[in-house]
Every structure is written in C-alpha cells, then in structure tokens.
C-alpha cells in the first residue's frame, strides 16, 4: 500500500497524487483532479512525521481485528485494555470503529469529553494509567448516526495519531471496525513506519464467521501485518446451574417458570448440582472451528472465550471482567489468552523499559 490516498471520485488506475506522474498519465485524462495533482507539490505527508513523533512514547501497538460484526471485538479489546492496566501497565485504547463506536460504554465514560492542551488532545481517563479517545466523546448525541465518506474518516484517524497527547504507553490497543476497509487502510498506512508489533483477530465458532476471519488474516499478511493470533470468542454458553432459569412448554407453546420449582427440588435432593456450570454449544462448529483454520492459515491460535452472561453484564456496565468473580468462566479464559500474547518476548515489556 503505497503512502497515499487517493481521491474517491479518482479514475480506475490512478497513480497516486503523490507520484512524479499525477496528473500526467495517460489515465489522469479526463479526472476531475487532473489539475490539482499536476500543480500539487509533491513528497511525502508532512502528518507522517508528526504522528511518528506521537508514536515514539508507545512501546506496542495492538490492532483487535475481526471479519464480522457482533462477535466481541470491542468487549474483548476493552476487557484487553482493563487487564493490561491492571498489570499496572500504562496503556491507551484508540477507537477507530468511527461509524459504531461502543467504547465508551464499555469502559464506563458515556457522556465524557476530550479536552484539549498546550501538548494536543488529552485522552479519557478510567484510571491513571488506562486512556481512551474515541469519536464517541465527539457526538454532541449518541444516537447521532455518523454519516462519513472514507476520507473524513481517514483525517479523523489521523489527527487521533497525530493530535492525541497519551504519554508514555506500554500498549496501545486499536479497536478497529469489522471487516476490511478505508480505517484498516489508513491505520496500518499511518502506523506502519512507527511499527505496529501486529493484530489480534476475534471470531466465532461458526463456518459463516470464519469466512470472512480468513480474508482479515489474508489482508493482514497482504500489507505486512504480523497475525499475533486468533481468539475464539462465544465458544459455548458456560453459567452457573443456579443462574440457569428453568422452563416447561407445552405442545402449544405456552411457557411456565419452574426456576424456583428446579432450585427448591435440586436444594433438598442433590445440593450439590447447585455448584455446577452448564456448557452448551451455541453456534455449530462440526469443521473445527478457530483452531483448525488457524493450523490451515498458519497462524497462532490464542484460545477460547466462553459466551458468559456476566461478561456481557460487565460490558454493559462498562467495568472489567477481572475486578470480582462475577465472570468466572470468561475472565479465567481472558486471563489465559492475554498470558498467552504477553508470552511472546516481542511483546514483553521489560522492568528495564518501565523503569526508563
């Protein structure tokens, strides 16, 4: 991917406005740019250097990517987030999903906003060391649809990298929108010469999900990008049998609770029971799921995230998964996934490095 961006309203093989050719290639006739180009001063983007410059404080950078929509990147990229900071790591949360950004409300800071300083645009604190910038914090309504071609999306993406103040940070993660377009470009096109140490992608167990994780994991291997691996979320439903609610159906479809009928019964005859976790598969997953497309693709497998009840509470109430033992099932999941990434030296951060 070349260093930069081309018009939308650009003919098929445009050079690029930044080639000694703009605006003078046989297939610049006819393109409402023409002239622009051709008259335009030529090198490479002045913002490059500022946002190389912002980039030099951050020690990792982390992309969460994933094919589709709805299957837990952003609760996985917050709860990533909550579990680094509270490793007492210093880390920020870019939020690049400009059309559906949930970040906000899964951290806890709906309602927030950015302020600005002699040094650029301060981040949103959840903690000391935990800060987020998001688009979200820019919407004067939340249910405010954001309407944006790609290259208002691209400068909004550039001017969080160039104008956003984080400080010194071992980690910066990128939550970036589902599939394959204009943010991923511009993201890896701005970041890529500050070194981005690569993506973690989420899916679900199921064959229509991972269609689209292997073009996510073809377009990373297309533009350079290192595949730190892959995580299974939603795989199974796990919950305690005490939060299972029970029910009776009849052939005609009417239902009745007998939850407290099943918890009395199980209480006097087998208390026991009351201590066990139900598993159930949710989504079909016969072809092997996440595992064996990452063995077929040749990159890392990072684990499984339960569907778990509590973790989905604990996104709605914008808190970390790891803070109590309400999510039980995922958060230990989390945790083993998150030890697994930190394992690979690449993305250690030494006590020589904390103590700089």
Not at 297 to 303: H, R, S
Request: hydrophobic letters at 40%; one cysteine or more.
């Amino acid at each position: 991917m070349a260093d930069q961006e081309i018009p939308e309203d650009a003919n098929e093989h445009c050079p690029g406005p930044q080639s000694e050719s703009a605006g003078k290639a046989d297939s610049c006739a006819g393109c409402p740019n023409q002239e622009i180009c051709a008259t335009a001063p030529k090198g490479p983007d002045p913002d490059l250097v500022a946002i190389a410059e912002r980039m030099a404080t951050v020690k990792h950078k982390i992309l969460v990517l994933s094919g589709k929509g709805g299957v837990g990147k952003s609760t996985f990229s917050a709860q990533l987030a909550f579990a680094l900071a509270g490793m007492d790591h210093q880390v920020g949360l870019l939020d690049i999903d400009i059309c559906g950004p949930s970040i906000p409300k899964m951290l806890g800071l709906e309602g927030q906003d950015i302020h600005q300083s002699n040094l650029g645009w301060s981040p949103v604190y959840v903690e000391s060391n935990l800060g987020v910038m998001s688009i979200g914090f820019m919407l004067p309504n939340p249910d405010e649809a954001v309407i944006w071609r790609g290259p208002r999306k691209n400068g909004i993406i550039k001017q969080f990298l160039k104008d956003v103040h984080w400080g010194e940070l071992d980690y910066l993660v990128v939550d970036a929108p589902p599939g394959t377009s204009d943010e991923h470009i511009s993201i890896v096109q701005f970041l890529q010469a500050t070194g981005i140490d690569g993506a973690i992608i989420v899916t679900t167990p199921q064959e229509v999900s991972l269609i689209d994780v292997r073009k996510e994991v073809s377009f990373c291997k297309k533009v350079g990008i290192r595949v730190l691996g892959v995580v299974e979320n939603m795989s199974g439903l796990q919950q305690p049998l005490a939060d299972v609610k029970f029910m009776k159906v009849s052939g005609e479809g009417e239902e009745t609770d007998m939850t407290e009928w099943a918890l009395k019964y199980m209480k006097e005859n087998a208390p026991e029971m009351l201590n066990l976790i139900t598993c159930t598969e949710v989504f079909e997953s016969s072809k092997g799921g996440a595992a064996k497309m990452c063995r077929e693709m040749e990159v890392p497998f990072l684990g499984k995230v339960p569907m778990d009840p509590m973790l989905g509470k604990a996104a709605e109430e914008g808190r970390s998964c790891f803070a109590d033992q309400q999510c039980g099932a995922s958060s230990a999941a989390l945790r083993r996934i998150i030890d697994t990434l930190l394992e690979d030296p690449t993305m250690s951060v030494s006590m020589m490095d904390e103590g700089a």
